[in-house]
């Protein structure tokens, strides 16, 4: 048994040797995948909301939410949805793993951060149900009152509906060809005070739920976004990166990333999803403020300034000092 802690952002993604356990048919276009380590150790820690980067036999690398049981440290579940305009990730998850393959995980990763809270409501859009499902079972093992709005396009396409039978009383189904979308307007109409939000699925829904609990109180919204939010370009302006720890200085130009730059001069970092959305290049900020341009941070978050993504963001003023 490892004794490490529940993975944090910016400790640093681990990488493993896995193979795929198991397969299993969830719901149309859905495919649960369940993983374990190639020497059968038992896996990292992780808290619900926390992620994985499953890197295929292709080299394609792609991002999934951990929707098993943090308590079975034997395997990882994850569940993949066969995209329309798939890249290549959830195709190969869909028409060629099979059990007993090789593959590579990075992780886990808790960006989505599953705090304590008097009272949970929980909002899932298709596949946005995978990092949800692990938070209502604590939440219902804590025996905190929550509540689950769940929505998709049809019963058939919505994954791990005979995991939430148990909860019948507390889950609300909103399969979209037979009773409309998830009517976020009488959800959220009401603030209830002491009650966080957790949400997850496609940009559509993140965004009307931002809007629709905009007059709840500060930091009661929490979201996990699978893409980054459309957002107008940024004019860029050359900057000075201080790497602390490394010693050197580099110069980033308007047209780089900080990520990319450093990349460029051999330092130590990271990066994957390369559009602030998976959490892992991210760095401490020693001095200097970031201009945050990532999809992770709550405005909490950045009103503390401490860490930023460098694949994304970049400086209010001309020079960073980064951890690195
Ligand atoms: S590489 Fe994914 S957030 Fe920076």
Known sequence: MTSAA???????AVELPMVVRQ???????VVSVELCAADGRDLPPWRPGAHVELVLPTGIARQYSLCGSPEDRSGYR???LRERASRGGSEYVHAFLRPGQPVRVRGPQDNFGFHPAPAYLFIA??????PILPMVRQAAHQGVPWRLAYGGRAAASMA???ELRPYQEQVWLYPEDRVGRIPLNEWLDQPRPGTAIYACGPEPLLAAVEDGAAHWEPGAVHLERFKARPKPALPNTEIEVVCARSNRTVTVPADRSVLSALEDEGL??????REGVCGTCETRVLEGVPEHRDDILSAEDR??????FPCVS????SRLVLDI
């Open 23 to 29: 397969l299993r048919w969830e719901a149309a276009g």
């Open 6 to 12: 529940p993975a944090r952002p910016g400790t640093g």
């Open 268 to 273: 130590p970092v990271t990066g994957s999803c």
């Open 125 to 130: 859009g298709g596949i946005g149900i995978t």
């Open 314 to 317: 970049r400086a209010r003023g």
């Open 160 to 162: 791990f509906l005979d």
């Open 303 to 308: 009103a503390v300034g401490d860490r930023m």
């Open 78 to 80: 994850i569940g993949v």
